[in-house]
């Protein structure tokens, strides 16, 4: 009962503050419009549906071929009887995407993370991590027994001290998101990739916000910069820009992803991924890969939207990327604003501490390319006269 009442306290105060989160229900499919119980047909502004594919008939179609086929779930972890051969085809065309040697299936990008780090490093070794890492290294990192560094976001400086620090470590590890998902902004990677090798650290990317969005053929932020092909390993989502539905992987050198396989724990103690994801997963990377609109549409729409809101006087972080954050600074602020945004049909979430720092709420916008001109045209109107008032 105790415990109960200190929960219950908790979260009165955040209602006091203005601070909890209310999850809307959506009565459609994702798409760049949606119906919102209780407030009927918005734009949706702030959803990972980068490319659109959320609802794309092949997309929906290949699913339900996979279940006619291969049925609605294995019942079983991979290394028991869950791996189908659509799992393999999956893994290695992920490979074939990322120029890597394979790709290890998990449930989620945060599975991905979880099961990388307690994996490979142990007391002897280092992990130096991005301090705006996404939450799934940040607890990934925890579970590892190695020696932790933190440097400043994207501070090669900094990155440099943390290596001299680790100098004397069997093995480093050093972990960045490709692109940081509250800001937008990208990592460095060609000078990480420098430093990684001057120090002899193994560079992992987590390109959950790059893969189908970034690079002139949606392989990622290592495309974006030009270092395609000179990353060690990856982790990525098939949750946000591949069709947005669940699944992630670690795609990488073949010894790391068959080690993976034999002692990752999010892997072996974990249900495989249905063969609805599978093939959904591989019809998205079909269609990214016939058709270079998506991609397109996806970067001109966002550079619309970004000038468009900055000549209307709304500073948002400056960037290429589709997330595109307005900084409000208080939190109950950022979330009233939200609200208001969504009362005038449009849909965009706010986020404030804990989730970004403290004094650093904002209102992230997340483009698609499936929005057409009308839709940024009206979400930009309704973001001026909202900040206006
Ligand atoms: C950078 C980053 N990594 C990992 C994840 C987790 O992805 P998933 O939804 O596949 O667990 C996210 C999702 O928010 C993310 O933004």
């Excluded at 909890?20 to 760049?32: F, H, I, R, Y």
């Excluded at 933190?150 to 004397?168: K, M, Q, V």
């Excluded at 103690?269 to 079909?286: E, R």
């Excluded at 849909?347 to 940024?376: D, K, M």
Aim: aromatic share 6%; proline share 3%.
């Amino acid at each position: 009962m105790t415990l109960l009442s200190t929960l219950s306290s908790e979260l009165d105060q955040m209602a006091a503050a203005g601070t909890l989160k209310k999850e809307l229900s959506l009565k459609s499919a994702q798409g760049p419009v949606v119906d919102v119980e209780g407030f009927g047909k918005v734009i949706m502004l702030t959803s990972n549906n980068y490319l659109g594919l959320a609802d794309h008939p092949a997309i929906v179609e290949a699913a339900e071929k996979a279940e006619r086929d291969y049925g609605y779930g294995l019942a079983s972890v991979r290394f028991i009887c869950g791996t189908q051969t659509i799992h393999r085809q999956l893994e290695e065309r992920i490979a074939r995407f990322f120029g890597t040697e394979d790709t290890i299936l998990y449930g989620s990008c945060w599975n991905a993370n979880e099961g990388l780090f307690q994996t490979v490093a142990q007391e002897q070794d280092a992990i130096i991590s991005d301090e705006l890492n996404h939450a799934s290294i940040i607890d990934g990192v925890r579970l590892s027994k190695a020696r932790k560094e933190r440097y400043r976001n994207r501070d090669l400086a900094d990155l440099r001290r943390a290596l001299e620090a680790t100098r004397d470590a069997r093995n480093k590890v050093v972990m960045t998101d490709g692109v940081f998902s509250m800001e937008g902004s990208l990592a460095p990677l060609p000078e990480m990739i420098d430093l990684a090798r001057e120090f002899d650290a193994f560079l992992v990317v987590d390109e959950s916000h790059g893969t189908g969005v970034l690079g002139r053929t949606g392989r990622g932020t290592a495309e974006e910069l030009g270092v395609f092909g000179k990353i060690d390993a990856y982790t990525s989502t098939l949750g946000k820009a591949l069709g947005g539905s669940h699944g992630g992987f670690t795609t990488g050198p073949k010894v790391l992803v068959d080690y993976l396989r034999q002692k990752s724990r999010p892997y072996l103690f974990s249900n495989t991924l249905p063969p609805a994801v599978v093939m959904g997963s591989l019809a998205a990377l079909d269609l990214l890969e016939k058709d270079a609109s998506f991609i397109t549409r996806l970067r001109e729409n966002t550079m619309y939207f970004r000038s468009q809101l900055t000549a209307k006087g709304i500073t948002v972080r400056e960037g290429i990327h589709p997330i595109v954050p307005i900084i409000i600074g208080d939190t109950a602020k950022a979330i009233a604003m939200s609200r208001e945004l969504l009362s005038r049909g449009v849909y965009v979430s706010g986020f404030g501490f804990p989730v970004v720092p403290q004094g650093q709420a904002r209102l992230r916008c997340q483009i698609s390319a499936a929005h057409t001109r009308e839709h940024l045209d009206k979400a930009i109107s309704a973001i001026v006269e909202v900040a206006r008032s």
